[in-house]
């Protein structure tokens, strides 16, 4: 992505604010002019001072009283410049964020689970940050810097037309400086972004899997790869510094240039004495102006240097905001008709398309059965669930409920018809009854308090400081991970859909209390159409039917005691799990 199109398209985001611009920059300007009336004050007030005992003590007292209030209007209108600039910056980084975190639930789950999630992270975070500051720094000191600059001149041209022109043969030079460090910047802050999206996706894996990190001894490991990537941040960070540090030097420079050439030239003509000299107050006046003339050209090269790093963050806001979404609802959306039939058709997916996962699915249940799905790992279980759920859509086939083809329906809908309880619990952070009530935010006490009862979590919730309202979260250790499978469990109780999609979810829970799950599973599972994933299969006697799976095909297909009459792989796999507890 361009540089060009990179910055128009992030300050398009500030197009609804632009009503604030007009009021900024007019408050730009009449604080810049009133800050450049102060050097012809200045310059007026000396030329009074005429001499010992020759001092014009009211005219000088008119100035000083004349330069205060100058002094105090100029900060007034820079405060609301500034004001203003702050509003236009933060609202338009509030949409940048925004449409980001929507972005995020748009994105297919592939592009989610291919992606570091501490890259994603560090991409809303650090790089709108970096984006807030460039823009910042644009509003408020490219503006003022460019009224600067022309107020200047006008100033200087109007006190002495040729030392004015000596002024501006050297600007330049300035412009050939900022050019420079502008394009030596750039690749720096670039590479330091998309480094600084590694660490914080490295970091992010490392302190989330901190326990299975101590477990397998892999501290040394990890501060080795973590102090790798750290390496080659801190030397394109040095590079990226080091290039945005040659901004202030060298502009100095050039400015001491400029301010000495005035100096030169206007001592010059004050002592020439000829027709239209400058007075000494007028020198004075110059002088001041030649410093201001050059302080933007600093400020607005190191203005350039901070719009680098924010164009090079927002390449990579954009970057996200460009994929691919997932493929759009058909329209009009049919409604789900959720009587718990499933049909496969031929159902073919895979993940990479160089490796052959799910070949040629065909399965038709019946509306209340219980389907249980087994088979080794990487065969392909989760994935047809995944299917089923539509978090990802069939590369050929089609898979219908009540008859009706998913990918007529709208997502929400659809899943809506599914109660699904993972083997990878999430908690989110807040209290155990917003939890429960994760799906169904209306839900009375007495429907949350009986779904913790129906799921067995009850008795240990009422044993926490604050019972329902203890805060827990996702990475805390007040709920052990058996006690947050329960309560996912009981999540989905209080939804009551019409289907359900069980992966694992006993997985974390110890037999007594999986004895106790099963029966509440039952009472959920009456009358709807239920798929559940296993590998205990002692848990999956009672299914009406189950699907053995074995690379991505399903091999096998029957109830419990039909499958191990065939002596087939169900039953060798059934065999192995007793003759291993035996």
């Given at each position: 992505?361009?540089?060009?199109?990179v910055?128009m398209?992030l300050?398009?985001?500030?197009?609804?604010?632009?009503?604030?611009?007009?009021?900024?920059?007019?408050?730009?300007?009449?604080?810049?002019?009133?800050?450049?009336?102060?050097?012809?004050?200045v310059?007026?007030g000396?030329?009074?001072?005429?001499?010992?005992?020759?001092?014009?003590?009211?005219?000088?007292?008119?100035?000083?009283?004349?330069i205060?209030?100058?002094?105090?209007?100029?900060?007034v209108?820079?405060?609301?410049?500034?004001?203003?600039?702050?509003?236009?910056?933060y609202r338009?980084?509030?949409?940048?964020?925004?449409?980001?975190?929507?972005?995020?639930?748009?994105?297919?789950l592939?592009?989610?689970?291919?992606t570091?999630?501490?890259?994603?992270?560090?991409?809303?975070s650090?790089?709108?940050e970096l984006?807030?500051?460039?823009?910042l720094?644009c509003f408020?000191?490219?503006?003022?810097?460019?009224?600067?600059?022309?107020?200047?001149?006008?100033?200087?041209?109007?006190i002495n037309?040729n030392?004015?022109l000596?002024v501006?043969?050297?600007?330049?030079?300035?412009l050939?400086?900022?050019?420079?460090?502008?394009?030596?910047?750039?690749?720096r802050?670039?590479?330091?972004?998309?480094?600084r999206?590694?660490?914080?996706?490295?970091?992010e894996?490392?302190?989330?899997?901190?326990?299975v990190?101590?477990?397998?001894a892999?501290?040394k490991?990890?501060?080795?790869?973590?102090?790798?990537?750290?390496?080659?941040?801190?030397k394109?960070g040095?590079?990226?510094?080091?290039c945005?540090a040659?901004?202030?030097?060298t502009?100095?420079?050039?400015?001491?240039?400029?301010?000495?050439?005035?100096?030169?030239?206007?001592?010059?003509?004050?002592?020439?004495?000829a027709a239209?000299?400058?007075?000494?107050?007028?020198?004075?006046?110059?002088l001041?102006y030649a410093?201001?003339?050059?302080?933007?050209?600093n400020?607005?090269?190191?203005?350039?240097?901070?719009?680098?790093?924010?164009i090079a963050s927002?390449?990579?806001?954009?970057?996200?905001?460009d994929?691919?979404?997932e493929?759009p609802e058909?329209s009009?959306?049919?409604?789900?008709?959720?009587d718990?039939r499933?049909?496969?058709?031929?159902?073919?997916?895979?993940?990479?398309?160089?490796?052959k996962l799910?070949e040629?699915?065909d399965?038709d249940?019946?509306?209340?059965?219980r389907i249980?799905?087994?088979g080794?790992?990487?065969c392909?279980?989760?994935?047809?669930?995944?299917?089923?759920?539509r978090?990802?859509?069939?590369?050929?086939?089609?898979?219908?409920?009540?008859?009706?083809?998913?990918?007529?329906?709208?997502r929400?809908?659809?899943?809506?018809?599914?109660?699904?309880?993972?083997?990878?619990t999430w908690?989110?952070?807040g209290?155990?009854?917003?939890?429960?009530?994760?799906?169904?935010?209306?839900?009375s006490?007495?429907?949350?308090?009986a779904?913790?009862?129906?799921c067995?979590?009850?008795?240990?919730?009422?044993r926490?400081?604050?019972?329902?309202d203890?805060?827990?979260?996702?990475?805390?250790?007040?709920l052990?991970q058996?006690?947050?499978?329960?309560?996912?469990?009981?999540?989905?109780?209080l939804?009551?859909?019409?289907?359900?999609?069980?992966d694992?979810?006993?997985?974390?829970?110890?037999?007594?209390?999986?004895?106790?799950?099963?029966?509440?599973?039952?009472?959920?599972?009456?009358?709807?159409?239920s798929?559940?994933?296993?590998?205990?299969?002692?848990?999956?006697?009672?299914?009406d039917?189950?699907?053995?799976?074995?690379d991505g095909?399903?091999?096998?297909?029957g109830?419990?005691?039909?499958?191990?009459?065939?002596n087939?792989?169900?039953?060798?796999?059934y065999?192995?799990?007793?003759q291993?507890n035996?």
């Open positions: 992505m361009k540089n060009k199109s910055t398209r300050f398009r985001y500030t197009k609804p604010f632009a009503y604030l611009l007009v009021p900024a920059f007019l408050s730009a300007v009449i604080s810049v002019l009133l800050s450049l009336y102060v050097p012809i004050l310059g007026r000396i030329d009074y001072i005429i001499g010992k005992d020759n001092v014009d003590f009211p005219m000088i007292k008119h100035y000083v009283i004349m205060f209030i100058s002094v105090v209007l100029s900060s209108f820079n405060w609301i410049m500034s004001f203003l600039t702050y509003k236009i910056t338009a980084v509030s949409d940048i964020r925004r449409d980001l975190y929507a972005k995020f639930n748009r994105l297919p592939g592009y989610i689970d291919a570091p999630h501490g890259d994603l992270i560090g991409r809303m650090a790089d709108v984006i807030s500051d460039g823009m720094q408020s000191q490219f503006i003022t810097g460019i009224v600067t600059i022309l107020g200047t001149l006008a100033f200087m041209v109007r037309l030392v004015a000596v501006i043969l050297i600007t330049p030079l300035s050939f400086v900022a050019a420079f460090i502008t394009k030596l910047c750039r690749d802050f670039k590479e330091q972004s998309a480094v999206g590694e660490l914080t996706g490295c970091i894996e490392l302190v989330g899997g901190q326990k990190v101590k477990a397998f892999y501290e490991r990890a501060e080795e790869k973590f102090g790798e990537i750290n390496g080659r941040l801190y394109c040095v590079l990226a510094q080091f945005s040659l901004t202030n030097p502009t100095r420079f050039v400015n001491g240039i400029v301010y000495a050439a005035a100096g030169i030239f206007g001592a010059i003509s004050v002592i020439s004495g239209g000299a400058m007075s000494v107050g007028q020198i004075a006046t110059f001041s410093n201001q003339y050059t302080k933007p050209f400020e607005i090269t190191g203005v350039i240097t901070e719009l680098q790093a924010a927002a390449a990579r806001v954009f970057a996200v905001l994929e691919s979404e493929v058909r009009p959306a049919l409604p789900v008709n959720a718990g499933v049909e496969m058709k031929n159902v073919s997916f895979s993940y990479d398309p160089e490796q799910l040629n699915v399965l249940i019946k509306a209340g059965q249980a799905i087994v080794p790992t990487g392909g279980k989760t994935t047809l669930i995944n299917l089923l759920m978090f990802y859509d069939v590369r050929e086939g089609s898979i219908t409920i009540g008859g009706t083809d998913i990918r007529d329906m709208k929400q809908d659809l899943r809506s018809s599914f109660g699904m309880v993972l083997q990878d908690i989110f952070t209290t155990i009854r917003e939890n429960i009530a994760y799906g169904r935010p209306d839900a006490d007495e429907e949350i308090r779904a913790a009862e129906l067995h979590c009850h008795s240990f919730i009422r926490l400081p604050k019972g329902y203890t805060v827990v979260s996702d990475d805390s250790g007040t052990s058996g006690q947050k499978q329960l309560l996912c469990i009981a999540r989905i109780a939804t009551d859909p019409p289907m359900l999609i069980l694992e979810a006993t997985s974390s829970i110890d037999t007594r209390t999986e004895l106790k799950i099963q029966s509440a599973f039952a009472k959920l599972m009456k009358g709807k159409t798929f559940i994933i296993a590998h205990r299969l002692s848990t999956i006697k009672d299914a039917v189950i699907l053995v799976m074995r095909n399903i091999i096998e297909q109830d419990h005691r039909s499958l191990l009459e065939k087939g792989f169900y039953a060798k796999l065999k192995s799990q007793f291993n035996a």
